[in-house]
DNA sequence: GCTTGATTTGAACGGGCGTTCAGATACCCT
DNA sequence: AGGGTATCTGAACGCCCGTTCAAATCAAGC
């Protein structure tokens, strides 16, 4: 019979997948070998091909897990409420989740370039689906006279790249809170749309 | 004596900067070979090396290069008048400047971790200084009573990252004129400080 | 405790890498 | 016309790459 429970690929899968991710955010996905995830997996190369087809499909898997968790949180966040009550929601939970995963939001921005066509289009597709989720939310403001927007789509790119931002340079333990972070970014997103 | 006009020193060099800056931009640094740029400039790789010590060296030389006439540009516009004014200076200058070179700015936001360490500290330096310049702006204009910023710090970051992400949509005869683009960000950036 | 299949090893494959350098080439100058 | 040097070629160096696969190892169920 096979071995189903307690099995190791149970283990050895998370951990390829974390040496990867973190491996790939930190000297990019061209520049890590396969031999180098193995080695801080502390298995041999060619273990890693019971896990993945190729690297390629590892980083795919990665970025596509990632949206995916993207996705569902934001999905049961449940947003409610007038439209300011909805976009300081939206805000928080912006930071909050990206600076949870630091790693796997860098990779996702920076190795896009490294998919296949055919897997980027994957990837760009759920990115357009949570910044068409913001555009929903500027988009009902404005027609309830809330908000002042020229145009929801751009002012959604750039609340996003805004809020996005915050990873390049924020630190815990540095000189702002999490949620001191959250109070000024939503105090500049409030206005810029008013 | 040594031929001194003419010379196809000065062609060659600048056909290599342009081929890395291209082929480091589409690929990544890592992913691009001394022979792909060599091919893109038709010649051997081994020609290379009468102008680059090294292929790290090459991607320091160019977001080097890029920073330094960023500095500069910046400089020469020589930003007067009131803080508003100021500012929408700094929003339509960056604006303008960052679409101009789309590719040197790719590399400069990504291929930052494939610098040696001390090439690092070097850009970072640099990058520190722009960002000190907006905040000067926001922090007199705060003095004088005219913005209303929580933390002039990360406000200039804020900012900065917002008006970067136009890079990541923008491509010219789409729906918005550059000047459109400019007007848009303005407006949210005018508002995010008031 | 043996069987069986999941898991891993370790070696090999062809190929590309960054860099070096002796020799060939091309062009300016006298 | 010929010398001299800036420039380039082409081959070579040792090394690492992604991937494959037969054989070894391991652990669960009988």
Avoid: C
Wanted: aromatic share 10%; charged share 25%.
């Amino acid at each position: 019979m096979a071995r189903t429970t307690g099995s190791h690929a149970d283990i050895t899968r998370p951990r390829i997948r974390a040496a990867a991710l973190s491996l790939f955010a930190r000297h990019g996905y061209a520049a890590v070998s396969m031999r180098q995830i193995a080695r801080a997996v502390g298995v041999q190369a060619g273990a890693l091909y019971n896990y993945t087809p190729d690297k390629q499909s590892l980083l795919f898997s990665l970025l596509k897990g990632h949206m995916d968790d993207l996705l569902a949180a934001f999905e049961a966040e449940r947003f409610l409420g007038p439209p300011e009550q909805r976009l300081e929601a939206f805000t928080r939970f912006h930071i909050r989740f990206h600076l949870e995963r630091a790693e796997a939001v860098f990779i996702s921005y920076m190795e896009l370039r490294n998919l296949t066509e055919e897997n980027f289009t994957v990837i760009e597709e759920l990115r357009r689906r949570y910044e068409a989720a913001l555009e929903a939310i500027l988009r009902e403001g404005r027609q309830a006279g809330r908000f002042t927007v020229p145009d929801t789509k751009i002012a959604a790119l750039a609340i996003i790249a805004m809020l996005t931002g915050v990873n390049t340079w924020y630190r815990s333990g540095g000189r702002l809170s999490q949620g001191e972070v959250e109070a000024i970014y939503w105090d500049m997103v409030r206005k810029s749309v008013s």
